[in-house]
């Protein structure tokens, strides 16, 4: 296969990216669409679902990525593969989450990810960032209670400013009581994990669990 080459920052509050997402026909999507779905938000070229998908083929997982080669990559791929448990979609996840989620079979997601997002360092670029208050209030409005959502970057105030989004919405409670995670609490690292790993830096990790009561 090509190596697709694409640019590394996306801009998504430009023009090109403001149209929302359909909302899917998902029986089409996936065959089995009882089994719990696993969203990865910013999935890149894919590779980590690809695993994910191979180990545990009791889940779906969908992969949002607003940069659209990455996507029809990723998906040729997911074919030559034949995981039917597995989809990615070309989108913009800050305008489209609500419209995919809401189409869902209620409690069919329950593991949500988002790992090493663009940092955007520049104060006035912090809209561009993709864990917003309103897309953490769109994930607590449908995750199943009892779902997690699974954060982490190589970038320390990045994952502060994630972890803080979640610990604001009173539908959510954080896991543990250390400041950071040790441990990837899923069975595959992505490539930017163990590259940051190799080099002997650190990961910065949290895990939310949707209470099972309302706030």
Known sequence: MAVVRVRQHVNPLAKKYQTPANSLEWEKVY???NQPLHLDIGC???RFLVKMAQIETNWNFLGLEIREPLVVEANQLRGELGLTNLHYLFCNVNNSLKSLLSSLPTGTLQRVSIQFPDPWFKTRHAKRRVVQPQLVTE???YLAPGGI??????????????????????????VG???????NPLPVP???EIGTQNKGEPVYRA?????????
């Open 177 to 183: 009581t250390a400041e950071w995670l040790t441990e």
């Open 44 to 46: 890149a070229k894919g």
């Open 139 to 141: 994930l607590a409005d």
């Open 31 to 33: 065959p089995q669409l």
């Open 149 to 174: 959502v699974f954060l982490q970057s190589d970038i320390e105030f990045v994952a502060t400013e994630m972890r803080s989004r979640f610990a604001e919405n009173p539908a959510f409670e954080r």
């Open 190 to 192: 992505t490539e930017r």
């Open 207 to 215: 895990v939310f669990v949707k209470k099972t009561t309302a706030p």
